[in-house]
Structure formats: C-alpha cells, structure tokens
Antibody, heavy 121, light 108 residues
Framework: QVQLHESGPGLVKPSETLSLTCAVS?????????WGWIRQPPGKGLEWIGS???????YYNPSLKSRVTISVDTSKNQFSLRLSSVTAADTAVYYC??????????????WGQGTLVSVSS | EVVLTQSPGTLSLSLGERATLSCRAS???????VAWYQQKRGQAPRLLVY???SRATGIPDRFSGSASGTDFTLTISRLEREDFAMYYC?????????FGGGTKVEIK
C-alpha cells in the first residue's frame, strides 16, 4: 500500500521560504511515476503546484513557477517542495501525491493527509 | 489555461437518490483526460474516476463518469451516507493542470 506523509513547519513568516518534505512508503520513488504537490487554501478549492519525475524532470504551474522548486531524493525515498517569498495568500493545506503521467500531464492516485502551513508574522 | 466550471455549487439530495455533477471546460481538451475526486471534511481528496469514465481501484460501481465535448459528468446512481462530500473535477489534457471549484453533495 502506497503511503505519503508530508512534514515541515506549520508556520512561516512573510517573505520567507516554505519548505516541506513528502516521505513515501510502500513504493520506491526510483521505480517510476511522477510525484506532485497540490495545495488548498482554507475553505477553497485545489491548486496544482508542480510535479517531478524520479530522474528530476519537473514541471510547474506557471502562476507559481518563479517561486517554486521541487526536488527528489531517491536515497531517502522522499521529495520536497520549496516556495519562496511567501505571503498570506500562500496559507493552505499542502498535499503531496503520486502522479500518473498521461501525455505530459498528471492525475493523482495516492495522496498524503495534508499539512496546514500558515503564513504570518 | 483550461478553466473548469462545476455545477451546481451545492446539490441537496436524499439517501438513495441519483446525483448528477457537471464539469464544463472553457476550451476543448482531449476528452478522456479528466479525473474526479471526492473529498470529505478534513481529509485528502480520493481519486474516483480517471480518463473521464474509468473507475479507480476500489471505487464502487455506483460511481460513473462520462464525457460529451467539453462537458463532463460524474453520476452517483444511488446515494449512500458516505457519499455526502465535496467533489472536484481535474483536467490533465493540457498544462497547467487545473481543478474545478467543486460541488458539495449534502443530505437534504
């Protein structure tokens, strides 16, 4: 059974960098699949942030691309998200997920439980 | 960017009734590249349907998806108590991936 678990600070100050890690169990990241991050502001809908392959090939939502970096560490079977210059608008529940790649785009079949990150001074 | 508009915003139905959820794309996308998710309060989304009409592993057959042009539909044939939740569509026919605003299915 594939399981994903997000971890990282629950509170980040404005203008700083949000950093989260997603630990994967029950499946080796090196075995294939893309891996993605999605967020959900409180009471709102879902927004895709970006996705990465085990080789490091990545792609991002253009609305966030200038501030986002997703990386993968196959030795630790985890992948990470960094979002720079955060503002209150970045307050959200952040989910990591396994992504099925179809013709250059993803849908998501396994999700972590999500972690709330608040941006506040 | 493909904008997905879900309707209605809220669907109030009784146990055993049929639910029909709509998702309309702002432009033509490869018709099979739509997924549907269910999200309960405080939980992560769960994949229900991919490829517009293929049920994900373990999803009951009362859930079905269909497509016609830029219109996509999720149907729940007979609502059970655990089906009352939020539902989101997602397109992956083009980047960026986008989600609809959601439909809440509530008990009438």
């Amino acid at each position: 059974q594939v399981q994903l678990h997000e971890s990282g600070p629950g509170l980040v100050k404005p203008s700083e960098t949000l950093s989260l890690t997603c630990a994967v169990s029950g499946y080796s990241i090196a075995g294939g699949y893309y891996w993605g991050w999605i967020r959900q502001p409180p009471g709102k809908g879902l927004e895709w942030i970006g996705s990465i392959y085990q080789s490091g090939s990545d792609y991002y939502n253009p609305s966030l691309k200038s501030r986002v970096t997703i990386s993968v560490d196959t030795s630790k079977n985890q992948f990470s998200l960094r979002l720079s210059s955060v503002t209150a608008a970045d307050t959200a529940v952040y989910y990591c997920a396994r992504a099925i790649m179809v013709r250059g785009a993803n849908y998501f079949d396994y999700w972590g439980q999500g972690t709330l990150v608040s941006v506040s001074s | 960017e493909v904008v997905l508009t879900q309707s209605p915003g809220t669907l109030s139905l009784s146990l055993g009734e049929r639910a029909t959820l709509s998702c309309r794309a702002s432009q033509s996308i490869t018709s099979i590249y739509v997924a549907w998710y269910q999200q309960k309060r405080g939980q992560a989304p769960r994949l229900l349907v991919y490829g517009a009409s293929s049920r994900a592993t373990g999803i009951p057959d009362r859930f079905s998806g269909s497509a016609s042009g830029t219109d996509f539909t999720l149907t729940i044939s007979r609502l059970e108590r655990e089906d009352f939740a939020m539902y989101y569509c997602q397109q992956y026919g083009s980047s960026p991936l986008t989600f609809g605003g959601g439909t809440k299915v509530e008990i009438k």
